[in-house]
Antibody, heavy 117, light 110 residues
C-alpha cells in the first residue's frame, strides 16, 4: 500500500524559512517523480514543484521559483521542500504526491504552513 | 501558468448525470493527454478519479468518465449519488514541463 506522510509544517514569520518532508513507503520510491501541491485556506489546488525520480530534474511554479527548492533522498525514501523568503500568500496546506505519467496518483494528507507575524 | 477554467459549481438530482468542463490552452490540455481529474471532500486529500483523459484507476466507480475535445476536457458523473458531493479539480501537464490545476468545481447533489 502506497503511503505518503508529510511533516514540518507550522507557524513561521514572513521572510522566514521552513523545510517540509514527505516520507514514502509501499512503492519503489526512486522510480517515480514526486510533486508538491498546495491549497490555501478555502481555495483551490495549486501546483508547486516536481522532481524526477533520480533527482536530476526539477521544475517550479512561477510563484515559488527562486524561493523554494525541491529535493529528495532516495536512500531514505523521503521528499523535501525547502521554503525560503516565505510570504503570507504561501500560507496553505502542502501535499506531497506520487507521480505516474505526469499525473498524481497518490497523495499524502498534507501539512499546514502558516506565514504570519 | 494560468489555472485551467472550470465552472464554480454544478448541481444535479440523485440519479442524474452532470458534466464538468475544464478549459485550457494549446500549451496544456490541447496538446497533452496527461489530463487528470481529482475529487476532494472537505478536509481530505484529493483523490485521483480519472487519468490520461479517460482512464479510471482501479477502484473508481464506472459512473465517472472523462473525455477531451480540443482545449477542453470534461468529467461526467452519471447516476449521481449523495457521496459524489465534493470539489472536483482537473489538471494537465504543460509545455513548460510543469503542472497546472483547474479552478475547481463544487458539485452539489440536490
Amino acid at each position: 500500500e502506497v503511503q505518503l506522510w508529510e511533516s514540518g509544517g507550522g507557524l513561521v514569520q514572513p521572510g522566514g524559512s521552513l523545510r517540509l518532508s514527505c516520507a514514502a513507503s509501499g512503492f519503489s520510491f526512486s522510480n517515480y517523480a514526486m510533486s508538491w501541491v498546495r491549497q490555501a485556506p478555502g481555495k483551490g489546488l495549486e501546483w508547486v514543484s516536481v522532481i524526477s525520480g533520480r533527482g536530476d530534474n526539477a521544475y517550479y511554479a512561477d510563484s515559488v521559483k527562486g524561493r523554494f527548492t525541491i529535493s529528495r533522498d532516495n536512500s531514505k525514501n523521503t521528499l523535501y521542500l525547502q521554503m525560503n523568503s516565505l510570504r503570507a500568500e504561501d500560507t496553505a496546506v502542502y501535499y506531497c504526491a506520487k507521480e505516474h505519467d505526469r499525473q498524481n496518483d497518490y497523495w499524502g494528507q498534507g501539512t499546514l504552513v502558516t506565514v504570519s507575524s | 501558468q494560468s489555472a485551467l477554467t472550470q465552472p464554480a459549481s454544478v448541481s444535479g438530482s440523485p440519479g442524474q448525470s452532470i458534466t464538468i468542463s475544464c478549459t485550457g490552452t494549446s500549451s496544456d490540455v490541447g496538446t497533452y493527454n496527461f489530463v487528470s481529474w481529482y475529487q476532494q471532500h472537505p478536509g481530505k486529500a484529493p483523490k485521483l478519479m480519472i487519468s490520461d483523459v479517460s482512464n479510471r484507476p482501479s477502484g473508481v466507480s464506472n459512473r465517472f468518465s472523462g473525455s477531451k475535445s480540443g482545449n477542453t476536457a470534461s468529467l461526467t458523473i452519471s447516476g449521481l449519488q449523495a457521496e459524489d458531493e465534493a470539489d472536483y479539480y482537473c489538471s494537465s501537464y504543460t509545455s513548460s514541463k510543469t503542472g497546472v490545476f483547474g479552478t475547481g468545481t463544487k458539485v452539489t447533489v440536490l
